[in-house]
């Protein structure tokens, strides 16, 4: 598949694209992408701060660490690390046995250095929309906490996803590898629309300066 059928492909499964067309499709989850060029600006954290917020408000959410062996999501809410996301890979257990429920809220957490999932060979961008398109009609929202930068995998989910908030720190690394990742989703799959989020801002006029 050539990249730009792939891109085709890619934003052909998003549910605002099947919505109208489908009424399969019209009780699928609307997926909001938390992503960043640089890592450590907080975007795990407003991740979860938004998920719990939009349980609260009577929504049914999962969360998806997508940073699957390196994940940080269960560290933040004082869980258990656990092989989950490997054992749903591997398919010795269902969905259901591998998500963390808290009520109406659901969290799908990724490994840490499991070395079995490090050796395996998979599209985990295509396994995480697998995931959303079978799962989808089960809740309200589904909140992708993607890996910071701009690899493959995150680009393609970032695309995937209805909404993409971008996190950002008032540092000149921050602003620039969040504009490239903006910038590749503009070139790569016609992404026009992102929300801003600017974290760790002391004033009005450094946020407007961040914005600008």
């Known amino acids: ?9 890619l934003i052909s499964h998003r549910s605002d694209t099947v919505a109208g067309n489908n009424n399969e499709y019209s009780n699928q989850a609307k997926v ?23 349980s609260k408000a009577g929504n049914k959410v999962l969360l998806i660490d997508c940073d699957y062996n390196l994940s940080n999501t ?4 004082g869980l258990p690390l ?14 259901s046995d591998c998500v963390h429920k808290m009520e109406n809220l659901h969290l799908l957490t990724g490994c ?3 070395s079995d999932l490090y050796d395996k060979s998979f599209e985990h961008d295509r396994f995480i929309i697998d995931i959303i398109s079978e799962h989808g009609h089960e809740y309200d929202y589904i909140m992708l906490d993607c890996p910071a930068g701009m ?10 996803a209805d909404f993409r908030l971008m996190v950002v720190n008032p540092d000149a690394s921050s602003i620039t590898d969040t504009y490239a990742l903006i910038k590749i989703l503009k070139q790569r799959h016609a992404i026009n629309i992102n ?3 600017v974290n760790k801002v002391q004033t009005k006029s450094q946020y407007h300066k961040v914005v600008n």
Request: charged letters at 15%; glycine letters at 10%; zero cysteines.
């Open 1 to 9: 598949m050539s990249k730009r059928e792939f891109s085709q492909w």
């Open 32 to 54: 909001v992408a938390i992503a960043s060029g640089k890592g450590g600006v907080g975007k795990t954290t407003l991740a979860l701060q938004m998920a719990q917020q939009l």
């Open 74 to 77: 269960a560290v933040k809410l």
């Open 82 to 95: 656990n092989d989950n996301f490997f054992s749903l890979l591997s398919m010795e257990k269902g969905f």
């Open 112 to 114: 840490n250095g499991n």
């Open 151 to 160: 690899n493959r995998e995150t680009v393609n989910l970032t695309a995937y």
């Open 195 to 197: 929300h801003l989020v």
